[in-house]
């Protein structure tokens, strides 16, 4: 199992930033992948972000590229979500993910976070 806690949403003006946080509770290293999914009302739930581990360099969809960044803190074993020059399409409930193979199953297996609200209005 794994454990995803999620940080950092809120609400903030077309053009402003913000800055979510995904901690898991194990090592990164275990994991195949991390990466961030947005749902907005009344509609699915779509990519973001992700960063996997053995194929190296973050990948992000192509509505966010050149004002969203994602990065890997090792260390800490947290994903973060910089996201810059921030649009009204882009509020949504943003939700961290974490793929991880089972050994059992020989399948990649997904874990969510709770979600964490953003809101972009003036």
């Known amino acids: 199992q794994v454990q995803l806690v999620e940080s950092g949403g809120g609400l903030v003006q077309p053009g402003g930033s913000l800055r979510l946080s995904c901690t898991a509770s194990?090592?990164?290293?275990?994991?195949?992948?991390m990466g961030w999914y947005r749902q907005a009302p009344g509609k699915e739930r779509d990519f973001v972000a992700s960063?996997?581990?053995?194929?190296?360099?973050?990948d992000l969809a192509n509505s966010v590229k050149g004002r969203f960044t994602v990065a890997r803190d090792d260390a800490n074993n947290t994903l973060t979500l910089q996201m810059n020059e921030l649009k009204p399409e882009d509020t949504a409930v943003y939700y961290c993910?974490?793929?991880?193979?089972?050994?059992?199953?020989?399948?990649?297996?997904?874990?969510w976070g709770q979600g964490t609200q953003v809101t972009v209005s003036s």
């Open positions: 993910n974490a793929q991880k193979f089972d050994v059992e199953t020989s399948r990649a297996v997904n874990y």
């Open positions: 194990v090592s990164i290293y275990r994991l195949l992948s």
């Open positions: 960063v996997t581990h053995y194929l190296g360099g973050p």
